[in-house]
Nanobody
Framework: QVQLVESGGGLVQAGGSLRLSCAASGRTFSSFAMGWFRQAPGKEREFVAG????????DYTDSVKGRFTISRDNAKNTVYLQMNSLKPEDTAVYYC???????????????????WGQGTQVTVSS
């Protein structure tokens, strides 16, 4: 069992920055890949970024490349999402998730992940 708790969401103006954190407890954090997803009202949950549990490789959805950075600190059992140059279309509830995807294409699939946090709201005003 893995427990995930997100924090760092809030209200920010367009062009601003936020850093989300996801603290994990339970099973060995370093043995899981981590992903960030988001869900806006009336829309499906979508992949934002993922980070491997070995080597630190990362993947991003095209709309956030160059603006968002995912990182992890295994000593602190925490994964981060640094979000810069925020846009109103980034407004959503952001979720972190833990799992063991077999291939890079699997990082984008919610069904790949076994554990999810409760989510943190990010609102970007224009």
């Amino acid at each position: 069992q893995v427990q995930l708790v997100e924090s760092g969401g809030g209200l920010v103006q367009a062009g601003g920055s936020l850093r989300l954190s996801c603290a994990a407890s339970g099973r060995t954090f370093s043995s899981f890949a981590m992903g960030w997803f988001r869900q806006a009202p009336g829309k499906e949950r979508e992949f934002v970024a993922g980070i491997a549990w070995i080597g630190g490789g990362t993947d991003y959805t095209d709309s956030v490349k160059g603006r968002f950075t995912i990182s992890r600190d295994n000593a602190k059992n925490t994964v981060y999402l640094q979000m810069n140059s925020l846009k109103p279309e980034d407004t959503a509830v952001y979720y972190c998730a833990a799992g063991r995807p077999a291939y890079w294409r699997d990082y984008e699939l919610p069904r790949t992940y076994d554990w999810w946090g409760q989510g943190t709201q990010v609102t970007v005003s224009s």
